[in-house]
């Protein structure tokens, strides 16, 4: 039976059939609260709970943390900026946690963004301690990844592309969404992993729908690739990937031959020319709502509702 962890400024809590109940423990850190597994059982069993809907919620991943993300891991998104599917190759990047923010805070636009996109992920938050050279296996991937979260792994594309690296782009502040819940799983729940639906509406309208069956490599392989050098702690956070439904879209072949012949300024003035007329970009008051959850909701990440607002 899955268990959902909220976070409030100054307490942990687990959901209950009946609200929150505070669990009692001294962790500060997401790593430090996986340690302490008795304590949220016993929240769990608690009949001193308050609503849920009064807690006002923070990231249930804390900062700092490593933030590890795979790129254009889902078949649909990559076909859908003009790859294949079949010759993708095991790719990460990193992002700062001073990006993780809370999943009802607003995501702040810095000033010089104008291509401003969102990508629904499924996060992995790591429970134990993973050298470089640690073995993971279908059969003992629950013994590593503790729960998942919901994440909006939100891009500067203008910022992105003529850098050609993800960096900075992707590591501005409220830049990572994350929850509202940590849901903890065991080795059974963890195997309806593709099961799980990602879902992303701006405004209410539909952007993002597609199940993790659609991923090209799993979390035991993205796993395995990333221990072969780079050592992960409990709380680090791993995100998994988006599906099609973004704003940025590729151009059609005939025009990407055509630009490719262009001098690189050309090509970038031309091709930001056009996306700047794409409407999918967020601006200032859009509400983006993210939900991840099985369709039968036995596993439920939840909904995240951000607002997105220019930097004053």
């Given at each position: 039976?899955?268990?959902?962890?909220?976070?409030?400024?100054?307490?942990?809590?687990?959901?209950?059939?009946?609200?929150?109940?505070?669990?009692?423990?001294?962790?500060?850190?997401?790593?430090?609260?996986?340690?302490?597994?008795?304590?949220?059982?016993?929240?769990?069993?608690?009949?001193?709970?308050?609503?849920?809907?009064?807690?006002?919620?923070?990231?249930?991943?804390?900062?700092?943390?490593?933030?590890?993300?795979?790129?254009?891991?889902?078949?649909?998104?990559?076909?859908?900026?003009?790859?294949?599917?079949?010759?993708?190759?095991?790719?990460?990047?990193?992002?700062?946690?001073?990006?993780?923010?809370?999943?009802?805070?607003?995501?702040?636009?810095?000033?010089?963004?104008?291509?401003?996109?969102?990508?629904?992920?499924?996060?992995?938050?790591?429970?134990?301690?993973?050298?470089?050279?640690?073995?993971?296996?279908?059969?003992?991937?629950?013994?590593?990844v503790?729960?998942?979260?919901?994440?909006?792994?939100?891009?500067?594309?203008?910022?992105?592309?003529?850098?050609?690296?993800?960096?900075?782009?992707?590591?501005?502040?409220t830049?990572?969404?994350?929850?509202?819940?940590?849901?903890?799983?065991?080795a059974?729940?963890l195997?309806?992993?593709?099961?799980?639906?990602?879902?992303?509406?701006?405004?209410?309208?539909?952007?993002?729908?597609?199940?993790?069956?659609?991923?090209?490599?799993?979390?035991?392989?993205?796993?395995?690739?990333?221990?072969?050098?780079q050592?992960?702690?409990?709380?680090?956070?791993?995100?998994?990937?988006?599906?099609?439904?973004?704003?940025?879209?590729?151009?059609?072949?005939?025009?990407?031959?055509?630009?490719?012949?262009?001098?690189?300024?050309?090509?970038?003035?031309?091709?930001?020319?056009?996306?700047?007329?794409?409407?999918?970009?967020?601006?200032?008051?859009?509400?983006?709502?993210?939900?991840?959850?099985?369709?039968?909701?036995?596993?439920?990440?939840?909904?995240?509702?951000?607002?997105?607002r220019?930097?004053?």
């Amino acid at each position: 039976m899955t268990i959902s962890v909220l976070r409030t400024a100054d307490a942990w809590w687990a959901r209950t059939p009946t609200g929150a109940a505070k669990i009692a423990t001294e962790a500060t850190t997401t790593g430090e609260l996986l340690a302490d597994g008795l304590a949220i059982a016993a929240a769990t069993a608690s009949a001193d709970t308050v609503p849920v809907d009064t807690l006002a919620l923070v990231s249930p991943v804390t900062a700092p943390c490593r933030v590890v993300a795979q790129m254009t891991n889902y078949a649909s998104h990559v076909t859908d900026t003009g790859g294949d599917p079949a010759t993708v190759p095991m790719t990460f990047f990193r992002k700062t946690s001073g990006s993780i923010s809370g999943p009802y805070d607003d995501v702040v636009r810095p000033a010089h963004v104008r291509l401003l996109d969102y990508e629904a992920e499924i996060g992995l938050v790591i429970g134990r301690q993973m050298p470089v050279g640690t073995t993971v296996t279908e059969d003992n991937l629950a013994d590593y990844v503790a729960g998942l979260v919901v994440t909006n792994d939100v891009s500067a594309r203008d910022v992105q592309l003529p850098q050609t690296q993800f960096y900075e782009a992707k590591s501005y502040p409220t830049f990572t969404p994350v929850g509202p819940l940590l849901v903890l799983l065991d080795a059974d729940e963890l195997k309806r992993f593709t099961d799980l639906r990602l879902t992303l509406r701006v405004n209410g309208e539909l952007r993002q729908d597609q199940t993790a069956a659609d991923m090209i490599y799993s979390p035991v392989r993205a796993l395995q690739s990333l221990t072969r050098f780079q050592q992960l702690e409990p709380g680090d956070l791993l995100l998994t990937g988006t599906p099609v439904g973004t704003a940025l879209s590729a151009p059609p072949k005939p025009v990407q031959f055509i630009a490719s012949l262009l001098p690189p300024a050309t090509r970038w003035k031309l091709f930001f020319a056009g996306q700047a007329r794409n409407p999918k970009y967020l601006k200032d008051g859009d509400i983006v709502e993210a939900t991840i959850a099985t369709d039968d909701a036995t596993i439920d990440l939840g909904t995240q509702r951000t607002v997105v607002r220019d930097a004053r």
